[in-house]
């Protein structure tokens, strides 16, 4: 199916897989044991599907094993070296992190916050962010993080839904040098919202700001606030975080993460995915505000003492090459990113990022969305100059952690592109069919996971029900993560994209990643992104949106060899009735590709719930283009 690269670091454990497949309970019971806890559990695994409760009767605390721990060893030893949009730097360290954790906890305790509440963090990627999570858990509180790039309605939502008692704001933050006035945009959230007792403000761009008698600053408060808060002893269970899915499907869903197992699965995952060391400078480029920033900015890093980059604005600011920039100059080993991401630098041309020194990165990584092999191939090249071991990461907001992925970490496996590889040990992975019998290798299928696992979500918040229908219900007793898949003939799997997404042409069906992976492996083709629409006499016809790479204009030549390219690559059924250039596509804030969007517009929906999505002006551009396809079919 394709071809493959043989680049480990030269890790070769066996034993942990062994071990995970004669009983993953007790593997995971064993893995559990790497964290600091206040008491044992008493039962690994308490499992009443769909519910999940791990290391039963075990008390823990995710600050305490974020930053007590490192005190003895790694006081001095760089946390966070941090990078403001306008070039500013703040480096912190283990011991700074744990003396303004512990303030900020009395912080909070002094505003009335007890175990259990609810605070809502808005705040721009700064240290500080970081730090009111890790008071919160330090506390028992539930934090709930939203990307600072949403607009006053969805963020009053999300407040709503959580009734926090708390909120965290900025005066402003910087994206592509402008302020954006964050504290305006709380102001307006939270109008008659009695329940927001306080809200709390950091000062990050100076920009003027009304204050109420419910508003405090955060250095006023910082001030006068003891340095010295222990830990709370929580249940493993403990309510960790609420957070919000991206929202590529629809209206995002409250995700409830616990405690114990979200950091078990999280203290594993990045010691095997990233084969974390001492001396390694780790950046992911996630906003905190998705999961991949709270799982693998925030907690995962932290736990293992890991030293990390964290940077505030956009990643083409104040041009294409501020990225390599980064890495540059804070002589980053290990890399994290997404394919939106990849396919924009890819866009920009390959002198930008030779123009930089590269070599000390190691490892790379990317999530959220299938990478094209194209893509793939070009982050190995020209990012990794063909030295670094590229890690494709699946997983969701609900299962915590990474559950496919390779993992250089404990096991050299040949790399293909575009493959995940295999499930992570102690998670059953599986591509089925309708009606759950897993399918042959090189069947396309739906993927289920058949064991719960520690990083699992612990419902939808407030509302077991729906958790119980949208994950559950599908199949008995198997989680149903909603994406296509299929398994080759070595076990390696391949995600196609989303259920919903999948297109049915002539009794066949295919995956919108396929498609779009092969538009894009045309030289000139940026992004792609494909959907279905009704057609009478075959049920359904397919529409390709194209962006095309800087400096290439469309053609109809060019529109010939990509339907030739398709026909070649794929087959003649999956060849689109009309390609559409567009200057850009329908994404979320996260960046992923919204296809419900272009499918609805096609279709002549209604297109749902859009508080998620990035720029309306994709959609606008998206409804032109159709409009004049409908036009030409009725001439
Ligand atoms: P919503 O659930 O609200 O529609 P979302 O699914 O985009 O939003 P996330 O939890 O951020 O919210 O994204 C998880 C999804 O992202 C996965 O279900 C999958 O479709 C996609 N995904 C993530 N990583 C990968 C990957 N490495 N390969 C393929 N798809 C991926
Ligand atoms: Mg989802």
Not at 358 to 371: D, F, K, M, N, Q
Not at 577 to 605: C, D, H, M, W
Request: glycine share 8%; proline share 5%; aromatic share 10%.
């Amino acid at each position: 199916m394709s071809e493959t690269y043989n680049i480990g670091l030269g890790n070769n454990d066996s034993e942990t897989r062994k071990t995970a497949e004669s009983d993953y309970v007790s593997f995971w019971d064993n893995q559990a044991k790497a964290l600091s806890w206040f008491s044992p559990w008493t039962k690994t695994l308490d499992w009443q599907p769909p519910f999940a409760k791990w290391f039963v009767g075990g008390t823990i605390n995710a600050s305490f094993n974020a930053l007590d721990v490192h005190q003895n060893t790694r006081s001095e030893k760089t946390a966070i070296l941090w990078e403001g949009e306008d070039g500013e730097s703040r480096t912190l360290t283990y011991g700074d992190m744990f003396s303004q954790v512990q303030k900020f906890a009395n912080v909070l305790k002094s505003l009335g916050v007890q175990k259990g509440d609810r605070v809502t963090i808005y705040l721009p990627m700064v240290p500080e962010l970081p730090i009111a999570m890790l008071a919160c858990a330090r506390i028992g509180a539930t934090h709930t993080v939203v990307f600072s790039g949403f607009s006053a309605s969805s963020i009053r939502d999300r407040i709503d839904d959580s009734k926090s008692k708390i909120v965290i704001t900025a005066d402003g933050g910087y994206r592509r040098g402008k302020v954006v006035k964050l504290k305006e945009v709380i102001d307006e959230a939270i109008q008659n919202f009695d329940f927001v007792e306080h809200v709390v403000v950091l000062e990050r761009t100076k920009n003027e700001i009304k204050m109420s008698s419910k508003d405090k600053l955060w250095n006023d408060l910082m001030k006068n606030a003891s340095e010295s808060c222990t830990a709370e002893k929580l249940d493993s269970d403990h309510p960790l975080y609420i957070l919000y899915t991206s929202g590529t499907t629809g209206k995002p869903k409250g995700v409830l993460h616990g405690t114990g197992g979200y950091l078990t699965h999280l203290h594993s995952t990045f010691k095997w995915a990233f084969d974390i060391k001492d001396s390694d400078v780790f950046f992911c480029t996630a906003d905190i505000g998705w999961v991949t920033g709270h799982s693998y900015v925030v907690y995962a890093p932290l736990l293992h003492g890991a030293t990390e980059v964290m940077y505030e604005g956009a990643p083409d600011f104040p041009d294409a090459s501020r990225m390599w920039d980064i890495l540059q100059k804070y002589k980053v080993t290990i890399f994290y990113t997404t394919p939106t991401a990849l396919r924009m630098f890819m866009k920009f041309g390959d002198d930008i990022p030779n123009s930089f020194d590269l070599s000390t990165l190691r490892l790379l990584g990317t999530v959220g969305e299938p990478i094209n092999p194209e893509v793939w191939k070009w982050y190995y090249k020209i990012i990794g100059k063909e030295k670094c071991p590229i890690i494709d990461t699946w997983w969701q907001t609900e299962t915590g952690g990474m559950l496919i992925s390779p993992l250089p970490g404990l096991e050299t496996i040949p790399l293909k592109p575009g493959s995940g590889t295999r499930p992570i040990p102690g998670v059953n992975i599986e591509v089925v069919d309708e009606n759950g019998a897993s399918v042959e290798p090189n069947t396309k299928g739906y993927l289920v996971i058949k064991n719960p696992w520690p990083g699992m979500l612990l419902t939808l918040w407030g509302d077991d029900e729906k958790y119980k229908t949208v994950y559950w219900s599908k199949y008995e007793n198997c989680y149903y993560p909603g994406d296509y898949a299929l398994k080759d003939d070595d076990g390696y799997l391949w995600l196609l994209g989303r259920a919903d997404d999948v297109l049915k042409v002539a009794g066949h069906r295919i995956g919108t990643a396929e498609l779009e992976s092969c538009i894009v492996s045309h030289n000139d083709v940026a992004e792609s992104a494909v959907c279905g629409i009704p057609d009478e006499v075959k049920g359904e016809v397919i529409i390709a949106f194209v962006v095309l790479k800087q400096g290439v204009s469309k053609s109809d030549i060019l529109e010939k060899q990509l339907i030739e390219k398709i026909r070649n690559d794929i087959g003649a059924i999956a060849t689109p009735k009309q390609i559409y250039f567009v200057s850009k596509l329908p994404k979320t804030r996260s960046g992923k590709i919204i296809r419900r969007l272009l499918k609805a517009v096609a279709n002549g929906e209604k297109i749902g719930d859009v508080s998620t999505l990035e720029d309306g002006a994709a959609v606008s551009e998206v409804q032109q283009s159709v409009e004049d396809l409908k036009r030409s079919m009725n001439t």
